[in-house]
Structures are given as structure tokens and as C-alpha cells.
């Protein structure tokens, strides 16, 4: 069905509306085209993806370059004006269900460069290789490698970094390598340098249980529907269709993992306003005939981190959206950091949607996007 009902508290309705159409339009046309035999599902999407792709074009205030760190390429902000001391720095991680996307997208772009500006800060949009051409653990390799050249004493001195001012930022699949690379960072001994803060921007972090709350209320969402999320995910892992098969009846963890139903009990760790009536199952085990490492690696599902890794990580922001398949992912996090004592800033959205901050650029602007950035914006401003 190319409509989805909107809900009643939904700003700009007719607007996204139309946006919710495009999207499925895009995803039945990409499934009819892989079932002739055309193309893949996501050959037709990174198409689409790719017109809206920008140069690095540079104004008064920003210096914009496309250039790599080792061999990852990154656009990269630098203000212009002279600076006493050292400068404020983010990294950012785009989303894009793993498969999608650059920091050369429009909003992205938009939303770098406006960062750039505002807190007179240098910004690094990371472009990490994509599945399903490069499966797990190549994405999180990519951040990790970009963000430890980054973290190097010359390359600091270069920019005019400040190394105690620094915050890795991601959205979605981009908040799921922000994650995944700061647990990382913050608990490598030979890491010299630290992240002051994270921000986490209606992340994907668990595929280990596909039935949560979100889940099912979201099943037929607005742009990202269950299905799609599950397409996605599973593609970052495996082209094979055995998993998002499995995945959609719950019941592709492997044997062995019982033991990281825990990390991820929505009926211990979501809050009761979310929980609603919905009955706890556990996931069905062994349901994939092979085991696939990466759906038993917090690398790749970084709420799957033990205790004792969650306790070194920095001052966490976590936005989340009430109409997103995504949204307990953010919710049981903001629980699990809490509990082992991490500093943790929650803004729920109640009238968001996945992917809002896709759009902040015409002929697609949301005031709702335009919202999340300002809310994000303000947030690193006051407290990087």
C-alpha cells in the first residue's frame, strides 16, 4: 500500500503525506525491478540517492574539501575566521540503512555545514564504504579508522583542534557507527585522546529482537517501514535471503545467544509509556540454518555491549521519534546507560518520523527537520 494513515499529532501532514508516497513508490518500484531480474533493490535506490549528491562548494564562512583520512574519503568544514584557541569538532556519520547515502547528500551537506558555522567548529562527514558491496564489519572500520587518523596529535595541531572538545554525531544507521565507534574509542587503552560527547539521532542499534513495541506499531511506517528496515539491515550483513526472511519471524539468532536476550529486553528496559499492552516473547532461536558472527557482535548491534563497556562512554545525547520502527532502539539505550551510571540527555519527539532530518532542503524541507537540527545544533553548542 503506497498510503500510510498519519497520525493525528503529525505537523505539515499533507507534506509527508506525500514524502511517505514517494518513498514507497521508490521501494515497490525497486522490488518490481529486482524481481524481472533488472536491477537490485538497492542498485535502484542508490541511483536515486545519487542525484542528489552536491560538489564541496566553500562560502564566506566555511572552507569545504573533499579529501581522506587514510583512505576514507571525507568532506571536511573548516571556518574561516582566525581563532585564538582552538576549535570544537564533530564527526558525523550519515545514515542511510547502511546501503545508502553520503555526506555529499544535500541535507547532509546542509546540515554539516550549518554546524560548521554555528559553533565556529571544524566537521567531518565520514563516508564509510557501503553495503552490500562491502558486508560487516567494513562500515564500522571505516568510522573507526577515520575517527582514530582524526584523534592524531598532528592531524589536531592541523585543523586547530581542540582534543577535549570533540563529539562523534550519527543518524540512524549513522547513529549506529557513532555508537558502535565511540564504545570503541572510549574503552582502547591505546587511544590517547577521547570523545567529550556523543549524539545519537533516532539510532539503529539492535537487529536482535525484530518484534519490539515500535516494531509493531510502526510495522507499515511513515518512509521506513518494518520491512524495509529488515531489507536493510540484513543487507549489511549478507546478501542472502534466508536472513531477512528469518529476521521477519523473529527468529534468526543463532543457538548460542540466549544469553544477549538481556541487552535488549524491551519489557525490562523501555519505560511503561511505551510498553503499553504489548506481551514479551522471547525470540525464537536457531530459526537461519548458519551462524552469521556479526548479529552476536556489539561492533555491528552496539546495544549488545556488556555493562563494563557502557561505563567508560562520555555524555550521551539521544533523540528519539515516536513514529519510528527504530524508536526502542534509542529508548532502551537511554535505560542501559542510565543504569551503569553514564550521563544521558533523552528528547523525545512525539510528532517525529525516521529520517526527518533527510528533510531540511527544498523541494522536501519539514519544519520538523529544520526543528531536530536546531535542537541538535543548540545541544552541541551549549554543552561542546
Not at 164 to 170: E, K, N, V
Amino acid at each position: 500500500s503506497f498510503y500510510t494513515p498519519m497520525p493525528d499529532n503529525i505537523e505539515e501532514s499533507w507534506k509527508i503525506m506525500a514524502l511517505d508516497a514517494i518513498a514507497k513508490t521508490c521501494t515497490f518500484t525497486a522490488m518490481c525491478f529486482e524481481n524481472m531480474g533488472i536491477m537490485r533493490y538497492e542498485e535502484f535506490i542508490s541511483m536515486i540517492f545519487r542525484l542528489d549528491y552536491t560538489q564541496p562548494v566553500s562560502d564566506e564562512y566555511i572552507t569545504v574539501t573533499d579529501t581522506t583520512f587514510v583512505d576514507i574519503p571525507v568532506r571536511l568544514y573548516l571556518p574561516r575566521r582566525k581563532s585564538e584557541t582552538r576549535r570544537r569538532a564533530v564527526i558525523y556519520f550519515h545514515g542511510g540503512g547502511f546501503c545508502f547515502g553520503s555526506s555529499k547528500q544535500r541535507a547532509f551537506d546542509f546540515l554539516n555545514r550549518w554546524t560548521a558555522n554555528t559553533l565556529d567548529a571544524v566537521v567531518v562527514g565520514v563516508d564509510y564504504r557501503l553495503a552490500p558491496q562491502h558486508h560487516f564489519p567494513a562500515q564500522f572500520e571505516d568510522g573507526l579508522a577515520a575517527v582514530k587518523f582524526f584523534l592524531l596529535e598532528k592531524i589536531l595541531t592541523k585543523y586547530g583542534v581542540d582534543p577535549t572538545r570533540i563529539c562523534i554525531s550519527g543518524d540512524s544507521s549513522g547513529g549506529n557507527l557513532a555508537t558502535a565507534v565511540t564504545q570503541q574509542v572510549q574503552n582502547d587503552a591505546e587511544i590517547k585522546h577521547k570523545i567529550k560527547m556523543q549524539v545519537l539521532l533516532y539510532p539503529g542499534l539492535q537487529i536482535t529482537d525484530s518484534y519490539l513495541p515500535s516494531h509493531r506499531e510502526n510495522e507499515h511506517g511513515i518512509v521506513l517501514t518494518r520491512d524495509v528496515a529488515i531489507k536493510l539491515v540484513s543487507l549489511y550483513f549478507t546478501k542472502d535471503e534466508a536472513l531477512p526472511r528469518a529476521m521477519r519471524r523473529n527468529q534468526h539468532m543463532p543457538l548460542e545467544s540466549r544469553h544477549l536476550f538481556k541487552f535488549v529486553n524491551w519489557s525490562i528496559l523501555l519505560p511503561e509509556k511505551y510498553r503499553k499492552d504489548y506481551v514479551y516473547t522471547e525470540p525464537i532461536l536457531g530459526g537461519l540454518s548458519y551462524s552469521l558472527p556479526g548479529l552476536t557482535d556489539s561492533r555491528a548491534l552496539p546495544l549488545l555491549a556488556n555493562d563494563s563497556q557502557l561505563q567508560n562512554l562520555p555524555l550521551t545525547y539521544i533523540l528519539t521519534c515516536q513514529h519510528d520502527v527504530l524508536r526502542d532502539d534509542g529508548l532502551m539505550y537511554v535505560t542501559r546507560l542510565r543504569n551503569v551510571g553514564v550521563q544521558v540527555v533523552h528528547d523525545h519527539i512525539e510528532d517525529g518520523i525516521h529520517g526527518a532530518l533527510s528533510y531540511m532542503t527544498s523541494p522536501f524541507y519539514l519544519r520538523l527537520g529544520l526543528r531536530i537540527r536546531d535542537m541538535y545544533v543548540s545541544w552541541l553548542d551549549k554543552n561542546l
